[in-house]
C-alpha cells in the first residue's frame, strides 16, 4: 500500500503510529496516481465531471486506486476550479467508495482517521471521516475497532467535530 509520513518520517501504512494527528498520506512515489484520482485533481475539470469519475469506478477497487483516493481524501482545502461544497460532496462521495473495500479496510481505516484528526482539514470533511469511521467500528476486527475507538473517542477533541 502506499507511504505515509509522520514525522517526516515515511513509512508503510501498515505501521500503526501512535501519534495519528501527525499521519499524512503522500502521493505514491513514482508520482503516478490513478487516472480517476488524476482528473479529481485537475483545475480544468468541472464537477459533473469529476462526481462522473467517482460514480464510474467499479465496486472493487484496485488497491492502487484505494491508495490514490485516500491521497485525494486527506489533501485538505478544494482543490482548484471547485467551491467548497463540491470538494466536500467529491470527499464524501470518495469515503463512501473507500468505505465499501473489504479487502483494503485497514489502510482505509488509516486514512479516514488521519483526516479526522487533520485540524487543517475542512471541518465538515472531518464530520465526514468520523460518520464513516463510526459505521465501519462494528463491521471490521476486533483490532481496527480499538484503533478506531481509541483514535475517536479517547484523543482530545478540536471543539470542530461532533463528538460521539
Same mark, same amino acid.
Given at each position: 500500500m502506499g507511504e505515509v509520513v509522520q514525522n517526516n518520517v515515511a513509512?508503510?501504512? %501498515?505501521?500503526?503510529?501512535?501519534?495519528?494527528?501527525?499521519? %499524512?498520506?503522500v502521493e505514491p512515489p513514482d508520482n503516478r496516481l490513478p487516472l480517476s484520482v488524476q482528473t479529481l485533481l485537475r483545475p480544468d475539470v468541472d464537477y459533473e465531471a469529476r462526481l462522473a469519475v467517482l460514480? +464510474? +469506478?467499479?465496486?472493487? +477497487?484496485?488497491?492502487? !486506486?484505494v491508495e490514490g483516493l485516500l491521497y485525494y481524501v486527506?489533501?485538505?482545502?478544494?482543490? !482548484?476550479?471547485?467551491?467548497?461544497?463540491? !470538494?466536500?460532496?467529491?470527499?464524501?462521495?470518495?469515503m463512501d467508495l473507500l468505505s465499501r473495500q473489504p479487502s483494503c479496510i485497514e489502510p482505509v481505516v488509516q486514512g479516514l482517521v488521519s483526516t479526522y484528526r487533520n485540524g487543517k482539514?475542512? %471541518?465538515? %470533511?472531518?464530520n465526514y471521516a468520523f460518520h464513516y469511521l463510526s459505521f465501519l467500528h462494528d463491521r471490521v476486527s476486533d483490532d481496527l475497532r480499538g484503533f478506531i475507538g481509541r483514535a475517536l473517542w479517547s484523543a482530545p477533541q478540536h471543539g470542530e467535530v461532533v463528538a460521539r
Open positions: 513509512g508503510s501504512v %501498515v505501521d500503526k503510529p501512535g501519534d495519528w494527528q501527525a499521519l %499524512v498520506f460514480q +464510474l +469506478l467499479p465496486t472493487e +477497487l484496485s488497491s492502487r !486506486e486527506c489533501l485538505a482545502g478544494p482543490r !482548484e476550479g471547485l467551491i467548497g461544497m463540491q !470538494e466536500r460532496l467529491l470527499k464524501k462521495e470518495t482539514q475542512d %471541518v465538515v %470533511v472531518r
